[in-house]
């Protein structure tokens, strides 16, 4: 079975510094991963995604995330973290031709100015 | 591109009465669409998962007489919660997964839609 961990429940960081929203999983196979935010009320979107190739992914607004295979990890990070940033991040894996999506339990980020 | 639009947003009902929350596609067809349910500070729980076409299939411990789904288009799924109750107050989100180009595979959410049963 897949699942999704994301240890902390809540990290705080002060602008300007640099930021990790961390995230582990498990699954059979070679995982397609995924990060997700979302602002208040609002639905969630799309950061970036590991499917294949550098282990190094670039995505949306500066943020980035490593696959690391060994350690089974996919770590969000950006180098200087802004006070919009503060939102929830959902760590998410899927298996190549998997249907379903699974979501880890999210990390609220609080960027403190 | 690929943009998924949920209506409404926002909807308060009384209590018995039902709702009906769109979830549409705008530029990419989706022939599995997801419904999720998401709690104040928790995670999203996923509900059902929407197959054009065909029956949904529900999660365990989700009632699918309550929570009605349809997908009779490849771009239009719809979420009908039946005979509502203040339990069931509570965001409702959609996931379209594109079905072809260069996008697929891919997941887009709408922007939720927020229950208030009264």
């Known amino acids: 079975a897949q699942s999704v961990a994301q240890p902390e429940d809540q990290v705080n960081v002060a602008e300007g510094n640099p930021l990790t929203v961390k995230c582990t999983y498990s699954?059979?196979?070679?995982?397609?991963l995924f990060w997700y935010v979302q602002y208040p009320n609002r639905g969630l979107q799309f950061l970036l995604k590991y499917i294949t190739g550098d282990n190094l992914v670039k995505g949306s607004y500066g943020f980035e995330a490593e696959f690391n295979k060994s350690q089974t990890s996919f770590h969000l990070k950006k180098p200087s973290a802004l006070v919009s940033d503060s939102a929830l991040y959902f760590c998410?894996?899927?298996?190549?031709?998997?249907?379903?999506?699974?979501f880890g339990p999210g990390t609220r980020l609080s960027v403190l100015p | 591109g690929a943009v998924v639009s949920q209506h409404p947003s926002r909807v308060i009902c009384k209590s018995g009465t039902s709702v009906k929350i769109e979830c549409r596609s705008l530029d990419f067809q989706a022939t599995t669409m997801f419904w999720y349910r998401q709690f104040p500070k928790k995670s999203l729980m996923l509900m059902a998962t929407s197959n054009e076409g065909s029956k949904a299939t529900y999660e365990q411990g989700v009632e699918k007489d309550k929570f009605l789904i349809n997908h009779a288009s490849l771009t239009l799924s719809t979420l009908t919660v039946t005979s509502a109750h203040p339990e069931d107050s509570s965001f409702y989100i959609c996931?379209?997964?594109?079905?072809?180009?260069?996008?697929?595979?891919?997941?887009?959410f709408g922007e939720g839609s927020r229950l208030t049963v009264l």
């Open positions: 699954v059979s196979g070679n995982p397609y």
């Open positions: 998410a894996v899927r298996v190549p031709y998997g249907q379903n999506f699974v």
């Open positions: 996931s379209a997964r594109v079905s072809s180009g260069s996008k697929a595979g891919e997941l887009f």
